[in-house]
């Protein structure tokens, strides 16, 4: 399953011009050109308003939110994609791509492994103890996005995890960014990988993500902060990219929240952490998600790119066999 990409958009297409043909026989002698049945609700959209292969200019639904199975993104301009990232705390992994071509057609799932796309809510049931260790397990998957020269980046001026200073919190977030950046791992992999990052300055532009972990807008700045995402996210990242031809989308903006508001986080886990996340194993999982990587899914629970984060464990500060090949595949 590693890297394994789904019916690409191609395919989307040729499938929804045979539905579409085979409607038009039944539909002789009805009307020629009927309205687009999308975008009637008020209010939030599901994907059912907005079916894929429809277009959001044709359903003016640039700019509205759409929800599907508790993700949710603002529609984006055509020639955009938008992607959420939920790390959860209950083990299920929140996933949900929307792309929207430069015609404005939509399609879903763009990327994420398997390609059914629309949300993708996995169930966790298995255990570390069962899972390979991190340096004998290749799995991986990826988003079908890469960040193609530097990804500058921002901390926010708000509240941050763990109650760190914004010097602290900087230098956590700043080290996770380059563990993915030179694939940190203690499997003995060389880095071949030429990811770039660099850190820019302390803004009072805010994560374009809301109380409900839902990418709700794009500023042009990449913003890692903390606030609310709701009870079930303890990190979200989000990203947007465009299209390039023959190769995977180009990073625009990759946001990314800590749930300071539900949860606690901690930069140093010790013998007496009985709850708090690390900061820096969930911003090395989150930063994953920055550079493209997507979740390595059920029985791979022993990875940097598993969809949970475990508790007062530092494991996830450095990179599996996996992690580092979903990284290579990219850079
Ligand atoms: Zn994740």
């Not at 709701?230 to 749930?259: H, I, K, M, Y």
């Amino acid at each position: 399953m590693a890297g394994r990409r789904g019916p690409g958009l191609l395919g989307r297409a040729i499938t929804a011009f045979v539905v579409a043909a085979s409607l038009s026989v039944v539909c002789v002698g009805e009307a020629h050109r009927s309205t687009p049945a999308c975008a009637r609700a008020r209010g939030e959209l599901t994907v059912d308003d907005l079916p894929a292969g429809s277009s959001v200019l044709d359903c003016r639904a640039v700019g509205r939110l759409i929800t599907h199975d508790g993700a949710g993104v603002t529609v984006p301009e055509p020639g955009t994609t938008v992607s959420v990232d939920a790390l959860t705390a209950d083990g299920s992994a929140r996933d949900f791509t929307l792309a929207v071509a430069a015609d404005g057609t939509v399609s879903y799932g763009h990327g994420h492994e398997e390609g059914h796309g629309e949300a993708r809510t996995e169930a966790l049931t298995g255990s570390r103890r069962d899972a390979p260790a991190p340096c004998a397990d290749g799995a991986y998957s990826t988003a079908g996005r890469k960040e193609y020269g530097t990804y500058e980046w921002f901390v926010g001026d708000g509240p941050l995890p763990g109650g760190l200073s914004r010097a602290e919190a900087r230098r956590a977030f700043q080290d996770a960014v380059a563990t993915i950046t030179t694939s940190r791992n203690d499997c003995g992999y060389d880095d071949t990988v030429t990811a770039k990052a660099r850190y820019l300055s302390t803004t009072g532009n805010e994560a374009g993500i809301d109380r409900a972990a839902r990418c709700v807008r794009r500023d042009g700045l990449s913003v890692w902060d903390g606030g609310d995402l709701g009870t079930d996210a303890v990190a979200t990242t989000c990203s947007w990219s465009r299209p390039v031809p023959g190769g995977p989308d180009e990073l625009l903006e990759a946001d990314v929240r800590f749930n300071t508001h539900d949860y606690a986080f901690t930069d140093h886990p010790s013998g007496g952490c009985t709850q708090a996340y690390d900061i820096r194993s969930v911003a090395t999982h989150e930063a994953g998600h920055v550079f493209g990587l997507g979740h390595s899914g059920a029985g791979h629970e022993n990875l940097t790119m598993f969809a949970n984060s475990f508790a007062c464990s530092t494991d996830a500060r450095s990179l599996g066999k996996g992690d580092v090949l979903g990284l290579r595949s990219l850079y």
